[in-house]
Nanobody, 123 residues
Framework: RLVESGGDLVQPGGSLRLSCAVS????????IGWFRQAPGKEREEVSC????????KYADSVKGRFTISRDHAKNTVYLQVNTLKPEDTAIYYC??????????????????WGQGTQVTVSS
């Protein structure tokens, strides 16, 4: 089970740290991806981190502003989002893929999804 938290209303240029808490199994066994969906738009990939190698990928739209990390002791993956823009407004979801391959920036690779956390960037 995945539970996201940390979403909020922030001003442009602001920062947030989103959390994805994994329960029921060890984080070590899963690739974790972050995705987002804005109103009226399709779900969009944001970032992912591979289970064993720790390989990280980012969508071009967030490179240099977002950072994914994980804490195995807390069974949690984080997404630090900096220099937020109004176009970053969306519901942010995390998802888990039990595969041993490198993580993918494609929602089709992921089996389990959290309920999402709302990020709103507005002045």
């Amino acid at each position: 089970r995945l539970v996201e938290s940390g979403g909020d209303l922030v001003q442009p240029g602001g920062s947030l740290r989103l959390s994805c808490a994994v329960s029921g199994d060890r984080l070590f066994y899963y690739n974790i991806g972050w995705f987002r969906q804005a109103p009226g738009k399709e779900r969009e990939e944001v970032s992912c981190i591979s289970s064993r190698q720790g390989r990280i990928k980012y969508a071009d739209s967030v490179k240099g502003r977002f950072t994914i990390s994980r804490d195995h002791a807390k069974n949690t993956v984080y997404l630090q989002v900096n220099t937020l823009k109004p176009e970053d407004t969306a519901i942010y979801y995390c998802a888990a893929d039990p595969a041993v391959r490198e993580c993918e920036l494609s929602s089709y690779a992921y089996e389990d999804w959290g309920q999402g956390t709302q990020v709103t960037v507005s002045s």
